[in-house]
Nanobody
């Protein structure tokens, strides 16, 4: 199983970015899929979740600004991040759990700074 993440970068406050995470060897649409992030000096935190049924959930700090989604045809998961704030600066990780095992993508750095 491989999760290939992309989409990090430098963005100004108020800007937007979209993370992508493409899977091989597993199927996002039948898994529980998540995005995590880890800010400098802090513990990794859960940002967004989409379940097998398609239900979504978000950390309070990103509600209304971030959106998790999947493209089943491409077996790819996304995290759309809008109205970014400096406190969103972190390494972002995609994650999937197939009921037996869990898998992480490589981290992608997002820096929100003017």
């Amino acid at each position: 199983v491989q999760l290939q993440a992309s989409g990090g970068g430098l963005v100004q406050p108020g800007g937007s970015l979209r993370h992508s995470c493409a899977a091989s060897g597993t199927i996002f649409s039948i898994n529980n899929d998540r995005w995590y992030r880890q800010a400098p000096g802090k513990q990794r935190e859960l940002v967004a979740t989409v379940t097998r049924s398609g239900s979504t959930n978000y950390a309070d700090s990103v509600k209304g600004r971030f959106a998790i989604s999947r493209d089943n045809a491409k077996n790819t998961m996304y995290l759309q991040m809008n109205n970014l704030k400096p406190e969103d600066t972190a390494v972002y990780y995609c994650y999937t759990w197939d009921g037996r095992s869990f898998y992480w993508g490589q981290g992608t750095l997002v820096t929100v700074s003017s």
